[in-house]
């Protein structure tokens, strides 16, 4: 078995992360289903990880560097897998988008909004709980197999230089704690 390289790793290691927080979505989800109040600062702390945590950084380092590493060594994009995880992260994207509408109306009072809210969180968790798995089972292991041991070094060195260009590292444990906290507000109850 080819031994998973220091980038795979990485953004395994932030999968785990983000699949916490998929497990904390569907708790809020829940809660909007039953028609339960919400607390608008967990909902803001988490349109705050999807887009910074999830979508600028994690995808941003699968697009900018990851992905173009593996068109070079020969998959396919358009028509390959490449295509189908870049139009994933990008419905993944309006989801949020939509999401963050939604909380916003919710905020101001417009409580009919819960039921849409319930719906567009649940297609975002089935949409990148799949896409993690394809990721994690298709994708990474082609990674791995395909890059050597400098590309992949050169692919951990940008991710660490995308990560504090973006967030710096004090916003990484931040986003940690939070997701901790979330966790332990929301897992209990269920
Ligand atoms: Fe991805
Ligand atoms: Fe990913």
Redesign the pocket.
């Known amino acids: 078995m080819e031994i998973s390289k220091k980038a795979t790793n990485e953004?395994k290691k932030e999968h785990q992360g983000i699949e916490l927080m998929l497990r904390i979505l569907q708790a809020v989800a829940d809660k909007f289903e039953r028609g339960e109040k919400v607390n608008t600062e967990h909902l803001d702390g988490i349109l705050e990880f999807l887009s910074i945590f999830v979508d600028k950084c994690?995808?941003g380092k699968?697009?900018e560097f990851l992905f173009p590493a593996l068109e070079d060594a020969g998959v396919l994009n358009t028509g390959g897998p490449i295509g189908v995880?870049l139009s994933?992260?990008e419905q993944g994207r309006k989801l949020v988008a939509r999401l963050k509408d939604a909380v916003t109306s919710y905020k101001s009072g417009d409580n009919a909004i819960a039921a849409r809210a319930y719906l567009i969180i649940n297609e975002y968790v089935v949409l990148l709980s799949q896409?993690?798995v394809k990721?994690n089972t298709v994708?990474f292991p082609m990674a791995d197999a395909k890059l050597n041991v400098a590309k992949d070094a050169e692919l951990f060195k940008a991710f660490e230089q995308l990560e504090n260009e973006r967030i710096g590292s004090g916003k990484h444990e931040e986003f940690h704690e939070l997701l901790h906290r979330l966790n332990d507000k929301y897992q209990e109850r269920r």
């Open positions: 953004l994690h995808h699968e697009e995880m994933e992260h896409h993690i990721e994708l």
